[in-house]
């Protein structure tokens, strides 16, 4: 709004100072209504090249209650570095008017004002420039360029601003040296308006790229006042949120200083978790506050600076250098311009009025008061020292003769130069629709700004140190930065050592080069300073943004089992595919390990011992029953069943086979089934014998008929009967849901059990349920008939047998639900080589004792000695 009415006053005061524009009647005179007596240089020439410089670090603004005129408004605190950046305007333009080739038989002057970094001021620079200075002009005057042609300037936004509005409509040139706001580069704004200094859009960048690089992700932001400022920090909260930068807290240095607020900006910054600290503003305004930080002795803060202050030498003082050591920026290019520092040592003073910007400085350098100064006896200088200007600068040490850091100096020299190519190209090349073929520059000079306008917006030339000079569709440059970071040399003097650079027009990921090992951080440390919210988030973990709060402020969370991240600050956790599984770190997947019983495990090795000895034991024993068929012993024991039964017991040492190495499609279908029915053929020979022997000790009795109940076939029709119903409950199962191959991941997490799934766990229980059954009916009747009187009773060994089955199926259960991976396979074939074995040695143990330890009793007279 400040500015808006600024630019109204400018736009109101320029109408009104101008009584004519074209004059008609030739008598007729031009008279301006009012002059600003503003402190400035100037010298007549053909052309004249307006300048606005902060000459002062500040002003007094009058009051302006137009009810009387407006006093002068008081400068304070002379810049050197800005007087320097004077100098060089000047002597950029002798330097062209004494080249032969660029605007030959043409001389430039200047008309340069100093603002005092005001924005009023800045205004009325630039209106007492667009006039002209002459307060009556006689006739004709009006007919030919009565102010400056083009503006060199100003160095604020804010200032650039104002003055591009104002001089935007009357098509007058403006060239700034260092107002880097964004917001100059609206062409429809600021039709005028072109720069010698890359835009903030392109520092903001490279700051962005900045703290990306070194993962800063928690930053405060402070800036000044004025659209240099607030445009600079919003578009850095923008870049920097973009690559994952939080702003922790943003202060706004106030334009008019308060000491209260300066001290709260301050506290806010010590209270504050972050340790980087980007600032945007001026080194004037930067000035009070990092003074306050240099009295309350806050040094553990890592400063960012703006370009506006980068090489500032006020700021880099040694009583400064505590808290802002390792400071880091990024500065606009510098040169080295040959000649400048013997023509900034050839000035001396003058009593001309023109120089009175010359007296301020020589009476500031060396503390004194010039006897040819027209200043007031009541002002400052008049309690100095006298002092005549025969003084020597080369004896003093200051930052006006300092030309190791030419950076905005420089870019006042290309703006110059711009000038001047584009007058060339204007006044040699082209007059009216003809071309010219002089060499020399027509005189006099005849042209209105915007026709020099036109030719800056196409200038395009190299200078002398190799760089190309032109402006965009904006108005702008070729942005390019250097990395600057703040030393202290083998003096104790702060240096501006160069550690890296930035160039726009670069390639996206080549853009920023830094040289990591030549900075020097805060307090002098080499390791990069951490300025984070939250420490970030190893692999293996996830980070949960707090509710609330920034998204850099989280939490580290451990990723869950089958799970991984694989980077920092990963915001979710991957789960791993079906055959993989996280790693202790929860940082990659890896294969699962691959479990079953396999052939070579040794566990499956023993089992497998086993149950061969069990299938050569039974062998064995039928080998010698078959031998012995003909005696007593084996006769009396229904040769018959007991080869049935050694068959099945076979069956069932062999099927636990099945049971070992890799589980496929035809080992899962074949072991349940060939363990069931094996088992069921074992009991029912085992319930036929026990029913037989019963009957027979009955059928011994008076009167009894129940044996041709139990002959051979009907023994033979109970085994076929018994199986026949296993059989089916197999078939049902097999043909329903039959059992597969599963990849049970469920039970251990890091483990793959190869295993057999049941497919139906009715099929299965109603099968194991029908061998208990059949195993409880036998163990009844064994028991029943255990104490029956004939020798060839075998119903103490079935019961003893059937005791063990019982005893070990029973137990087999809760070790087979409890059992994990391959030992659950184990447990089952455990389970099975034990119930056989008790079966083998009950039954058959006793009968191969005596027939090949006591063949004696092997006699019909032995088994019936009871």
Not at 14 to 42: A, H, Q, T, W, Y
Not at 279 to 290: A, D, K, M, Q, S
Not at 346 to 370: G, I, Q, R, T, Y
């Amino acid at each position: 709004v400040r500015i808006h009415m600024l630019v109204m006053l400018g736009l109101s005061v320029l109408n009104s100072f101008i009584v004519c524009k074209l004059c008609k009647d030739p008598n007729e005179m031009c008279e301006l209504r009012g002059n600003f007596n503003l402190p400035m240089l100037e010298k007549d020439a053909d052309v004249i090249i307006g300048g606005l410089f902060p000459v002062h670090f500040r002003a007094a603004v009058p009051d302006l209650s137009y009810n009387h005129k407006p006093e002068t408004s008081e400068c304070e605190g002379f810049d050197f570095r800005a007087f320097r950046w004077v100098q060089t305007m000047i002597f950029t333009i002798e330097e062209i008017n004494n080249n032969p080739t660029l605007l030959p038989n043409l001389t430039l002057g200047y008309k340069i004002v100093d603002t005092c970094d005001n924005t009023y001021l800045a205004l009325q620079g630039a209106v007492t420039q667009v006039n002209g200075k002459e307060e009556v002009m006689s006739s004709g005057a009006c007919d030919g360029i009565a102010g400056v042609p083009v503006i060199i300037g100003e160095a604020g936004s804010t200032q650039s601003i104002t003055v591009a509005r104002v001089v935007g409509p009357f098509r007058i040139p403006l060239i700034s040296y260092f107002a880097t706001c964004v917001c100059l580069s609206n062409k429809q704004e600021y039709p005028t308006f072109l720069r010698t200094v890359p835009s903030d859009l392109y520092q903001v960048r490279a700051l962005a790229q900045l703290a990306k690089h070194f993962e800063w992700t928690w930053m405060g932001a402070i800036a000044s006042d004025d659209d240099y400022g607030r445009y600079g920090i919003q578009l850095f909260t923008e870049q920097a949120k973009n690559n994952g930068v939080c702003i922790a807290f943003s202060a706004t240095i106030p334009k008019v200083y308060s000491k209260q607020k300066i001290v709260d900006i301050v506290n806010e910054l010590k209270k504050s978790t972050a340790k980087v600290i980007v600032v945007f503003t001026t080194e004037g305004e930067f000035y009070p506050l990092i003074s306050e930080v240099v009295r309350q002795n806050i040094t553990d803060k890592q400063w960012v600076a703006s370009e506006a202050w980068i090489t500032a030498a006020l700021l880099s003082k040694t009583h400064l250098f505590g808290p802002l050591s390792g400071t880091i920026g990024f500065a606009i290019r510098s040169a080295e311009i040959p000649g400048l520092k013997e023509f900034l040592l050839k000035l001396k003073p003058s009593a001309d009025p023109a120089s009175s910007l010359v007296n301020m400085f020589w009476e500031e350098l060396f503390h004194c008061k010039l006897q040819v100064s027209k200043t007031d006896a009541n002002n400052r200088a008049s309690l100095r020292n006298p002092c005549n200007g025969s003084e020597e600068l080369e004896a003093t040490s200051s930052i006006y003769t300092d030309v190791s850091q030419l950076r905005v100096s420089y870019n006042v020299y290309k703006a110059v130069y711009a000038v001047g190519h584009a007058l060339h190209n204007l006044l040699s090349c082209s007059k009216g629709d003809q071309t010219s073929t002089n060499s020399n520059c027509e005189k006099p000079v005849q042209f209105q700004p915007w026709q020099l306008l036109q030719h800056l917006e196409e200038v395009r030339f190299q200078n002398q140190f190799g760089e190309e000079v032109h402006f965009d569709k904006n108005g702008d440059p070729v942005p390019s930065y250097d990395l600057i970071n703040w030393q202290k040399d083998s003096r104790g003097e702060v240096q501006f050592v160069q550690v890296g650079h930035f160039d726009a027009s670069s390639p996206l990921g080549q853009q920023l080069i830094i040289h990591e090992h030549k900075i020097v951080w805060s307090q002098g440390l080499t390791q990069v300073p951490e300025s984070v919210c939250s420490k970030s988030c190893p692999a293996g973990y996830r980070k949960s943004v707090q509710e609330g709060e920034p998204i850099c402020c989280f939490t580290c969370f451990p990723c869950a089992e089958g799970e991984i991240s694989n980077e920092t600050d990963s915001s979710e956790c991957i789960k791993c595919p079906p055959d993989y599984w996280s790693n202790q770190e929860k940082s990659t997947c890896v294969p699962r390990h691959v479990e079953y019983l396999s052939y070579t495990d040794n566990m499956a090795i023993v089992l497998m011992a086993v149950a061969v000895l069990g299938a050569c034991i039974t062998t064995a024993t039928a080998i010698i029953f078959y031998y012995h068929r003909n005696t007593p012993l084996v006769r009396a024991n229904n040769s018959e069943l007991s080869f049935l039964l050694l068959g099945s017991l076979l069956l069932c040492f062999l099927c636990s086979l099945t049971f070992l190495g890799q589980p496929s499609a035809w080992s899962c279908l074949t072991r349940h089934t060939a363990f069931g029915i094996s088992f069921v053929l074992c009991i029912s020979c085992l319930l036929t014998k026990t029913v037989v022997v019963l009957m027979a000790f009955k059928a011994t009795l008076p009167g009894s008929s129940v044996i041709k109940w139990f002959g051979p076939l009907q023994q033979r029709a109970i085994i076929f009967l018994c199986t026949f119903i296993q059989v089916l409950i197999c078939a049902i199962w097999v043909a329903v849901s039959p059992p597969k191959p599963l990849k049970n991941t469920m039970h251990q997490s890091a483990k793959i059990i190869l295993q057999c799934d049941l497919g139906s766990d009715w099929a299965f229980y109603l099968m194991l349920g029908y061998i208990g059954l059949l195993s409880c009916i036998c163990f009844v009747l064994a028991f029943l008939g255990r104490r029956l009187p004939n020798n060839f009773n075998e119903a103490k060994f079935i019961t003893f047998s059937m005791l063990i089955f019982l005893i070990v199926w029973i137990a087999f259960i809760p070790a087979y639900v409890s059992s994990p991976g391959k030992y659950t396979v184990a447990s089952e074939i455990f389970a099975i080589l034990s119930s056989s074995f008790g079966m083998l040695l009950c039954i058959f143990a006793p009968k191969c004792y005596i027939i090949l330890m006591k063949p004696e009793k092997n006699t019909k007279k032995g088994l019936m000695g009871k």
